[in-house]
């Protein structure tokens, strides 16, 4: 599903993200952790097209982001850490906004919008302007709309942000939804708790670099993911 091979990300001297190597396979929750500054958002970034990159190959269903973005951009949606949306719509004119950018069918995104809008809470909300929205309201719509063309890839910088228990209970079974029909997450987070339960895989990154990477139970062992975090941290260089 998605490939990335020796990533290099500079930002003059600075290398953000050195040399990175990783794959993800279809049905696949896929953590990435790492402290801030780490090159979490750099790498997100780059797989959804946003930010070029130095060296490397990042390739989607097999087709490089480099070559045809508009055919990876089909396939896959985009949460950011602080989702900037269009605060002038209401928020169902944002959906069928982006609805239409994937040429969603009406019977289709009127379906997705009733069923997501309605694990979220969201409905009456709708008809309102996102600029009455609070934090916790803009994120669910932008979670909203990441599945509205059912992609088979969704990238997330730390989804969880701003979520109420239950927003974030709800999302967790739509990841794992997704990836039981054969579509895969990669996402950044803090909340180590969560990755350790949620996720199959998880990449653990410092300075720009992969320290380790693997399934949870092979980067764990027996010990927690904070654990391990914390001293690959302390001892790695």
């Not at 982001?65 to 396939?75: N, Q, S």
């Not at 914390?230 to 260089?237: F, G, M, V």
């Amino acid at each position: 599903m998605l490939e990335i091979k020796g990533l290099t990300k500079c930002y003059g001297e600075k290398k953000a993200v050195d040399d990175l190597s990783l794959r993800i396979a279809p049905g696949t929750i896929y953590g990435f952790i790492g402290h801030n500054g780490a090159g979490k958002t750099t790498t997100l970034k780059a797989v959804v097209g946003i930010l070029d990159f130095d060296k490397g190959e990042i390739r989607i269903n097999g087709v490089s982001i480099k070559d045809d973005p508009i055919a990876c951009k089909r396939v896959l949606a985009y949460i950011p850490d602080n989702p900037d949306l269009y605060e002038y719509m209401t928020g169902i004119k944002y959906l069928n906004f982006i609805a239409d950018i994937f040429g969603v069918s009406p019977e289709d995104r009127k379906a997705r919008i009733e069923k997501y809008a309605g694990l979220f809470e969201l409905t009456k909300d709708l008809a309102q302007p996102i600029s009455a929205y609070s934090h916790g309201m803009k994120q669910k719509l932008a979670i909203i709309s990441a599945w509205i063309h059912s992609p088979k890839l969704i990238i997330m910088d730390e989804p969880f942000v701003g979520l109420d228990p239950k927003a974030a209970h709800i999302l967790k079974g739509m990841m794992r939804e997704l990836c039981d029909e054969g579509g895969a997450i990669f996402f950044s987070t803090h909340v180590l708790e969560v990755a350790e339960k949620l996720c199959d895989q998880v990449a653990i990154i410092k300075s720009g670099k992969l320290i380790r990477s693997g399934t949870m139970a092979e980067v764990k062992g027996d010990d927690s993911l904070e654990e391990v975090f914390l001293e690959l941290e302390d001892t790695s260089c």
